[in-house]
């Protein structure tokens, strides 16, 4: 008798459920729901395919009917508000797409099954979806939604709220969002650090001042046009491919990701001054510059000195085996000392700091990095390169090298560099920097001539050991190779009131010799000159060839040296500095680039075949006008194809931050026969007696202000003031000599010989 009532009651209950009716008081919705067939797209059955509801044709909806439906098309029901009283009764549905309806309300939260909805352009003030944990996307564009519960959508992959009135949403709930549109609301606050999934993003038209994607590894799309940022650091963002930022106050972009962008949309974003990019992705982004005429913007890479997006380590210290049995820890720093770096297609170089450290960023790839010393023959390096591969080699990777002594030479350079321009009556800085370049510790002196009659001494660091006519003298001990040191010098330099005057546009000449007891290896760097023009006025910036504007025929295939001098001229400290060379490759010969001296830490990097960074990180340089200055200087080979007539120049470009760079003046210099040109300047100039033993006599109309002696290579002997007219050269030995005589109005040349 139980078994038989209970058959019958779940009989009645089969039958109920069929037959009970879904209650939809809207009559367009209703007959949206009636009039769904096969050929229509407006329902689907639970396999998926289009189907008629009313599957008994009664004009109504049962509740077995509506538990039928998988999908359902209520689109564009009315221009009347509309309600959607019934739908919950359809328990199965996943997709629900009612949008471009009136639909003031909607309150979806029992139908736990709903993966897709979309209601947008239905005049929504309120809508309820939260507790939708099977809920992937959700489309409410262009409501008059003040609020959006989203408290529970666990599985919300795409959400678009874009055109209401939302001031805040809470999407760090959403763990596996990967696209998000939220433009035109008002919002002022959007924290997107938890949705770390997101690849799309849309925030654009809203009053948000910041926004924070550092967490966004995977963002692909971003538009954030119509804010009120004026900077956006997008350097995680390591697979952007398109970034739309227009009609916006932004004033800085920092887009060093590793990825090359395909799309920047920035039109109408007048304030934009900076833009931090990678090396590779330079040229796509000046020219959209150039096409928006942004000529205030500036472009490069120097917001960080790593590449961008995911990099490796190799990192190390280089150390000095002077005894040959194996670097430790007692031995000393091996400074300055050139790394080649190549991936097999693309080579770089890199100089050590002065303490023999050294850290080299790579991308992914395999590289060979091998270290280069100015004379190979003179060291052995262990390893002599390192093969790595990355990401299969763990990073940071340490790779120590040992660098000994070959054989035994002695080898030591000098240089003098013009720190300051020089003044009449004021002072003038310049620094003696000399190097052991052979691979023995030597001892020995240093002696700087200079016209004692124009130039007084001020001070110097060390003080100098000895002193006579013109000439003072240092010494010094036990300099290590590849050891440099530096000795500041400072001069005053007479007036135009003293006597005998100095005066703008004359020039002041300085010899620099360094020596030792042993013979050098090469000795032709062991002297160095300075012809120095005197000026009235300067450019802080500016960049000099201390050969001076001509150079002999000797010069050809031989170092020349430049100086680079730079000044914070802003109203803040400068954090770090770079300065940028383009060597000419035609004229210079790259390989051979070494960096001399600096007034601060650097390190020197070359890429791209000819471009030579010289990075002051992290140098603070004051604003102030007693410290504000610094310096770099370097020696190049000039090629040994050119010829007597042939010019080479060299500018450079000096970043300070995030500012446009200041470039230098272009100094250009003439390779030039050192001869006599019919002894004239404007005025002839009869030069008497030659032969000539000891006085030399000047017949001219024109006072003659100096004479530089010169030998038939072109090496400057002697820088003299002449007085009435006439030289006294007794001191010269017998031979062949050029003589450079400057007058009031001009400069020529003349050949004598001294018997």
């Not at 805040?168 to 008002?186: D, F, I, M, W």
């Not at 119509?226 to 916006?248: K, P, Y």
């Not at 833009?275 to 040229?283: N, R």
């Not at 790259?590 to 030579?612: A, D, E, K, M, Q």
Request: aromatic content about 10%; charged content about 15%.
């Amino acid at each position: 008798m139980k078994t038989k009532l209970l058959f019958f009651l779940s009989i009645l209950s089969f039958n109920f459920v069929n037959s009970q009716i879904v209650n939809i008081p809207d009559t367009n919705f209703r007959s949206r729901l009636l009039a769904a067939n096969t050929n229509n797209e407006i329902a689907k059955n639970l396999s998926g395919n289009y189907f008629k509801i009313d599957s008994n044709n009664d004009s109504q909806i049962q509740l077995s009917e509506a538990l039928q439906v998988s999908y359902l098309n209520a689109g564009g029901l009315s221009s009347e508000p509309a309600v959607l009283t019934g739908i919950t009764s359809f328990s199965n549905l996943t997709e629900l797409y009612c949008h471009s309806s009136n639909l003031p309300t909607l309150d979806l939260t029992s139908m736990t099954n709903l993966q897709k909805l979309n209601c947008g352009y239905c005049q929504m003030t309120s809508l309820n979806v939260a507790g939708l944990t099977s809920l992937t996307e959700l489309n409410c564009f262009n409501n008059q939604l003040t609020s959006l519960n989203i408290s529970g959508l666990v599985s919300l992959q795409k959400l678009d709220y874009s055109l209401n009135q939302i001031t805040s949403l809470n999407v760090s709930q959403l763990p596996t969002l990967t696209e998000l549109k939220c433009r035109g609301n008002a919002i002022t606050n959007l924290n997107v650090s938890q949705n770390v999934n997101l690849v799309t993003l849309y925030c654009g038209f809203n009053q948000l001042t910041t926004l924070n994607v550092s967490t966004l590894t995977n963002l692909n799309y971003l538009e954030c046009g119509e804010n009120l940022m004026t900077t956006l650091d997008l350097s995680a963002t390591t697979h952007l491919q398109t970034l739309e930022c227009f009609n916006s106050p932004i004033v800085s972009f920092f887009l060093k990701n590793g990825s090359n962008l395909a799309s920047l949309i920035i039109f109408n974003s007048p304030n934009l001054r900076y833009i931090c990019a990678d090396e590779s992705e330079l040229p796509f982004i000046q020219d959209e510059l150039d096409n928006l005429n942004y000529t205030n913007c500036v472009i490069n890479s120097y917001c960080s000195f790593v590449p961008g997006g995911a990099f490796y380590t190799v990192n190390g210290n280089i150390k000095f085996d002077l005894n040959n049995d194996g670097c430790n820890n007692f031995d000393v720093a091996f400074p300055n000392l050139k790394f080649s770096i190549t991936n097999g297609t693309v080579t770089s170089q890199l100089f050590v700091n002065q303490n023999g450290d050294y850290s080299i960023p790579l991308q992914t790839g395999n590289y060979t990095i091998t270290p280069v010393t100015e004379n190979p023959l003179y060291f052995n390096c262990s390893p002599a390169s390192l093969n790595i591969n990355f990401p299969t080699t763990t990073s940071p990777y340490t790779q120590n090298f040992c660098v000994s002594p070959n054989g035994n030479y002695p080898d030591l350079e000098v240089v003098l560099l013009p720190i300051t321009s020089a003044r009449p009556g004021f002072d003038a800085h310049y620094e003696i920097v000399f190097k052991n370049k052979g691979n023995i510790t030597q001892s020995g002196s240093v002696t700087l001539t200079y016209n004692d009659a124009v130039l007084d001494y001020v001070s110097s660091s060390p003080n100098f050991n000895s002193q006579a006519t013109n000439t003072f003298t240092w010494n010094f001990t036990n300099l290590q190779p590849y050891e440099t040191r530096n000795i500041p010098l400072t001069l005053n330099l007479n007036s135009p009131l003293e006597s005998p005057p100095l005066n703008m546009d004359d020039y002041i000449d300085f010899s620099v010799a360094i020596t030792n007891i042993a013979t050098d290896a090469t000795p032709l760097d062991n002297v160095n000159t300075l012809h120095q023009l005197v000026v009235n006025s300067f450019d802080p910036n500016d960049k000099t060839c201390t050969e001076g504007s001509i150079v002999p025929p000797s010069t050809i295939g031989k170092y020349v040296h430049y100086i680079i001098r730079f000044e914070n001229n802003g109203t803040a400290n400068a954090e770090n500095i770079v300065v940028k060379d383009i060597i000419d490759t035609s004229k210079f010969d790259i390989s051979t680039l070494i960096p001399l001296s600096g007034s601060y830490p650097f390190v020197t990097r070359i890429t791209n075949t000819n471009s030579v960074e010289f990075i002051f990180q992290n140098i603070n340089l004051p604003f102030d006008n007693a410290n504000n200055d610094g310096y770099v200087a370097f020696k190049i080979k000039i090629k040994p194809t050119l010829t007597i007539g042939s010019t080479f120049s060299n500018s450079a470009y000096i970043y300070f931050d995030y500012n446009a760079p200041i470039v230098t003046n272009n100094y250009e210099t003439i390779i030039q026969a050192l001869g006599v040109n019919n002894n004239e300047t404007g005025s002839k100039i009869l030069i008497y007696p030659n032969p000539v033993n000891d006085m030399l006599f000047f017949n001219t109309e024109e006072n003659v202000i100096k004479v530089d002696v010169y030998d038939t290579t072109g090496r400057i002997l002697s820088s003299n003031s002449v007085n009435d007219n006439k030289l006294n050269i007794n001191d010269l030995q017998t031979g062949n000599y050029i003589l450079k005589v400057y007058t009031e109005n001009g400069i020529t040349n003349a050949k004598i010989i001294k018997e």
